[in-house]
């Protein structure tokens, strides 16, 4: 079986987050799914807990940092399999309710990455990389 990932993030508002992650183009896995956090599915592997900040609680013990005030307390990155699925990812974020272009998009002819934010700050990347360009880069 292959390893899964599960990241678990808290959330504000957990309607607008779930309606966030299905406009990315997550669906919403009802068997892990209650009215205190949801199973986002972006992959067969690739799984995103989107927690009321009572049900976060639980599992942490320190506080939920101010994400938009104190820094990144964590980095995603999502790959894609164009440039053009890289746009329509953060146009889709921009459009749900996040924020495009949080950090600077980056574009080395065989490597292009932007990045959104979602509703409650959380700092995600979407890259797309042409192995046979970054190989011929770096030779």
């Keep these: 079986m292959s390893k899964l990932i599960f990241v678990n993030l808290p959330v504000e508002n957990l309607d607008r987050s779930i309606a966030f992650y ?4 997550a669906r919403k896995n009802p068997q892990f799914s209650d009215d205190t956090g949801a199973c986002m599915v972006l992959s067969d592997v690739i799984h995103v807990m989107i927690l009321t900040h009572d049900k976060f609680k ?15 307390e964590v980095l995603l990155c999502l790959s894609a399999d164009s440039k053009t699925e890289v746009d ?13 272009d949080v950090n600077a998009p980056d574009d080395h002819g065989f490597m292009y990455g932007r990045s959104f934010e979602d509703p409650d700050g959380h700092v995600w990347e979407t890259m797309w990389m042409d192995m046979a360009g970054f190989q011929a880069a770096q030779g």
Excluded: K, Q
């Excluded at 299905?22 to 183009?25: L, Q, Y």
């Excluded at 329509?88 to 495009?100: D, E």
């Design 22 to 25: 299905e406009a990315i183009g």
């Design 58 to 72: 639980r599992f942490a013990i320190r506080p939920i940092p101010d994400v938009r005030a104190t820094g990144n």
């Design 88 to 100: 329509a990812l953060v146009t889709a974020a921009a459009s749900a309710g996040g924020r495009a």
